[in-house]
């Protein structure tokens, strides 16, 4: 099995910033993407940012552009997502995502793509 461990979440006012990871730990294979995604109350999952484990190559939703950053450490199996000029709009519990052994079932921005997911951190941005 593998298990995702979201940790970072916080409470921020509009204009501030927050650092998210993503530890994940269990049965090991070799993956391309791991994916961030955001679920806000009576809304669906939607994408925020995935990287290419291999390059480092990353993807982000348009909304988020130019203020997340997603990155990786290989060594410690740690995914981050910077979230910078946090908006109101950006509160949502945040989720880290990975495919399971026979890669992406999907497109990178389709949550139904992944196979393994954290339990999710609670993201509050107050105007």
């Known amino acids: 099995q593998v298990q995702l461990v979201e940790s970072g979440g916080g409470s921020v006012q509009a204009g501030g910033s927050l650092r998210l990871s993503c530890a994940a730990s269990?049965?090991?294979?070799?993956?391309?993407?791991m994916g961030w995604f955001r679920q806000a109350p009576r809304k669906e999952r939607e994408f925020v940012a995935a990287?290419?484990?291999?390059?480092?190559?990353?993807r982000y939703a348009d909304s988020v552009k130019g203020r997340f950053t997603v990155s990786r450490d290989s060594a410690k199996n740690t995914m981050y997502l910077q979230l910078n000029s946090l908006q109101p709009e950006d509160t949502a519990v945040y989720y880290c995502?990975?495919?399971?052994?026979?890669?992406?079932?999907?497109?990178?921005?389709?949550?139904?793509?992944?196979?393994?997911w954290g339990q999710g951190t609670q993201v509050t941005v107050s105007s």
């Open positions: 990287i290419n484990w291999d390059d480092g190559g990353t």
């Open positions: 995502a990975r495919p399971g052994p026979t890669g992406l079932r999907g497109g990178v921005q389709e949550p139904t793509a992944y196979d393994y």
């Open positions: 269990g049965r090991a294979f070799s993956h391309v993407f």
